[in-house]
């Protein structure tokens, strides 16, 4: 089983920054990428960035070139630094790991951006 425990939301103003991080644990040495997704109030979870074992990174056209995911194996921590805050951003966050097939969710953690 993996647990996974996000931490890092909060609120911030328009424009600012924040840091959310996603601790692994359990059977993670299997996986093959994380991810950070989130939802807004009436609409469907997306995917905001996903990393892989390769290092290779995938961001929608929505939060390209402002949000940056990375990852400290040493730990099985991902991270995502989040710059240029916008209201649209307002969301629980979540995030996500697959390995063998398997996917599974942290418990989430709001972001608020106010304008």
């Known amino acids: 089983q993996v647990q996974l425990v996000e931490s890092g939301g909060g609120l911030v103003q328009n424009g600012g920054s924040l840091r959310l991080s996603c601790a692994a644990s359990g059977s993670v040495f299997n996986f093959n990428s994380m991810a950070w997704y989130r939802q807004a109030p009436g609409k469907q979870r997306e995917l905001v960035a996903r990393?892989?074992?390769?290092?290779?990174?995938i961001y929608p056209d929505s939060v390209k070139g402002r949000f940056t995911i990375s990852r400290d194996n040493g730990k099985n921590t991902v991270y995502l630094q989040m710059n240029s805050l916008k209201p649209e951003d307002t969301a629980v966050y979540y995030c996500n790991l697959v390995a063998l097939g398997a996917s599974y969710w942290g418990q989430g953690t709001q972001v608020t951006v106010s304008s």
């Open positions: 990393i892989f074992t390769t290092g290779t990174t």
